[in-house]
């Protein structure tokens, strides 16, 4: 057999072809043969024409077995091929596409050089495997580092709203503290953290994800890569007012102790709640501040060395000044700012082109400038301009008047009609009576 008159179909196209064949002989509506395939009835038609001119070969695409039009030129890959051989031989494909990119000026998606590499080298082209992890030894002293995070869970299991667990745990005791909030965001960590440094002491560092509450993802701005400093969240700035070592986990294994706390709390805690019926908030803040102890005395341990590495809060620091959200705004020049899609208007005459807005955790503002609070009152109704009313479009066109045929303008002519309708009646009438008198 001739191999032009093989034919190689997918099993999707052998079925169409027989569904299409059923149609052309009347077998099955189009529309039957449309809903089957998944195609419209345009489509149907189509293939239809293409069997009945073509044969089977109609229900390929005539694009198959075709060089792509976006097909790249074999000249650029082989002068791809030819510098990754030379300059990127242990290069990764997205790493060698980059620099590419980058120093010879050449663009090539990364899994296109892939694909290109596996066919140039005959061989497929490894992934990673499960990366190798070794157990961190944990640290010597308490208070030296302290991991945080926070669990999105059912944790009054559908009695009330759905909580996040800020929690934290020391390295090198396993001591818990925790706090039940609505979100995860920058004043439930701030809130938190300020409870915590309360009940003992500010801590060394602490290890966190990288949440956006925690690590900010935005690009710096020009006068930060001017002073080469990198951009902070709320609570990084907060943490570096206070002295505390912010460090960053590059994966969840990373922090793997606070990870194994939630689980225990959402088993242990979850069930502890369950059997007294708490349905609020509320109840479950007071219930966790009698169970953390109860817990820390059962799962926490002694340090490797003695000593307390928290400090104590300083005397005279406004807690409530550093752990808030900071915002500068532009004061305009009638002594107002825009914040939050509200309008406030400054009381206090300054000289200067930005203010400071602080909002607290306790839920207020304030507004500053060089530390000190500003008098200010929101506007609670800004004056819209009112809009001119629009001009009414004139028609353009012209109402003709028609006069009636009563008009004296067409007296003479109305008068002509009349005396011609009559003469024509009492014509008719004279042959009527002449007719009947024959």
Known sequence: MDSKDIIRMTQEELRRVSIVHQAIGRLILQKKAAEVIGISDRQVRRLIK???????????????????????????????IELYNKRYWDFGPTLASEKLHELDKIEVHHETLRLWLIGDRKQEWQRKGRKHRQWRERKE??????????????????????????????DATNTVFARLYYYEGTIPAMDSFMRYIKEY???????????????????PTIEEQLRNEKPMS????????????VLHANSPQAKGRIERVFGTFQDRFVKEMRLRDIKTIKEADRFLNRYLPVYNKRFSFSPAKEGDLHRAIPEGLDLDKILCIRTKRALRND????????????????????????????????????????????IARRLIRPKEPQKQCVSTTRNVYKPPMEHPWKRPMYERMLASKQAHLQKENEETIGGDKI
């Open 234 to 245: 709320q609570f990084e700035r907060a943490m570096e007012e206070l002295g505390v070592n």
């Open 335 to 378: 002594f107002t700012i825009a914040h939050n899609k509200r309008l406030y208007q400054i009381l206090e005459h300054i000289n200067t082109k930005k203010v400071v807005v602080e909002e607290r955790i306790n839920g207020s503002m304030l507004i500053t400038h060089n530390g000190k609070s500003l008098k200010y009152k929101e």
């Open 141 to 170: 002293y308490f208070g030296e580092m302290v991991q945080m995070d926070g669990s999105h869970h059912d944790w009054l299991e559908g009695r009330g709203p759905e909580l996040v667990f800020m929690g934290y745990v020391d």
């Open 201 to 219: 002491g500010i801590p060394q560092s602490i290890y966190l994800d990288r949440h956006t509450t925690y690590k900010s993802t935005r690009e």
């Open 50 to 80: 293409g069997v009945r001119e073509e044969g089977d070969r109609g229900i390929i695409h005539s694009s198959r077995g075709k060089p792509s039009n976006r097909r790249i030129d074999d000249k650029l890959r082989d002068e791809v």
